[in-house]
């Protein structure tokens, strides 16, 4: 069983910035592509941003590119998602989650998740 543990969210106001972590095992996190999404209530979980096994490739959602950051740190197995700029249409749950192979942006590409952070963005 991988267990994927987010840290970092929290209450913020319009215009600030949050940094989440998600810790993930060794072996199972260092090789694999890994992704950050968020599930606002009443919406369905949307992808938010991924990145390669090495940190050489990123993806990010329209809706966050040019605010959002998205790196990791494979000594530590940890993946980082620093959000700035936040506006209050940031507020969900955000999930990080493993890769298992395909479209990157489809939550049925990934197999592995975490119990995700609270974001909330007063205005």
């Known amino acids: 069983q991988v267990e994927l543990v987010e840290s970092g969210g929290g209450l913020v106001q319009a215009g600030g910035s949050l940094r989440l972590s998600c810790a993930a095992p060794?072996?199972?996190?260092?090789?694999?592509?890994m992704g950050w999404f968020r599930q606002a209530p009443g919406k369905e979980r949307e992808f938010v941003a991924a990145?390669?096994?090495?940190?050489?490739?990123?993806y990010y959602a329209d809706s966050v590119k040019g605010r959002f950051t998205i790196s990791r740190d494979n000594a530590k197995n940890t993946v980082y998602l620093q959000m700035n700029s936040l506006k209050p249409e940031d507020t969900a749950v955000y999930y990080c989650?493993?890769?298992?192979?395909?479209?990157?942006?489809?939550?049925?590409?990934?197999?592995?998740w975490g119990q995700g952070t609270q974001v909330t963005v007063s205005s």
């Open positions: 990145i390669s096994w090495n940190g050489g490739s990123t």
């Open positions: 989650a493993r890769h298992w192979g395909g479209y990157y942006y489809s939550t049925e590409r990934y197999d592995y």
């Open positions: 060794g072996r199972t996190f260092s090789s694999a592509t």
